[in-house]
């Protein structure tokens, strides 16, 4: 089994820039889609961001021309570009891998530790 680690969290301000990586122990080439989920404290987890392997690419509306994700197979990582950070931003970030089962999203695998991402002045 692929295991995929979160890197690259911190403490921002506002408007501030992260770029978040998840990096795969191999094989990324071969997983059809991967996201990026995030969970604030009391709240549940929702999905930030998703990539598939032809490139195409869905983003929340929260975070729709802010952030940017990307993959790059030949380094089996997967990146999340946060720009313009606001506060509600704040939370703990995963990647996963996921799937298409019967035309729904599903996730394939366990969630790893995350990264935490806090924005504050």
């Known amino acids: 089994q692929v295991h995929l680690v979160e890197s690259g969290g911190g403490l921002v301000q506002p408007g501030g820039s992260l770029r978040l990586s998840c990096a795969a122990s191999g094989g990324m080439y071969r997983m059809y889609a991967l996201g990026w989920y995030r969970q604030a404290p009391g709240q549940q987890r929702e999905l930030v961001a998703r990539?598939?392997?032809?490139?195409?690419?869905y983003y929340a509306d929260s975070v729709k021309g802010r952030f940017t994700i990307s993959r790059d197979n030949a380094k089996n990582t997967m990146y999340l570009q946060m720009n313009t950070l606001r506060p509600e931003d704040t939370a703990v970030y995963y990647c996963?891998?996921?799937?298409?089962?019967?035309?729904?999203?599903?996730?394939?695998?366990?969630w790893g530790q995350g990264t935490q991402v806090t924005v504050s002045s």
């Open positions: 990539i598939i392997r032809d490139g195409t690419t």
């Open positions: 996963i891998e996921m799937t298409i089962k019967l035309s729904n999203w599903e996730i394939f695998g366990s």
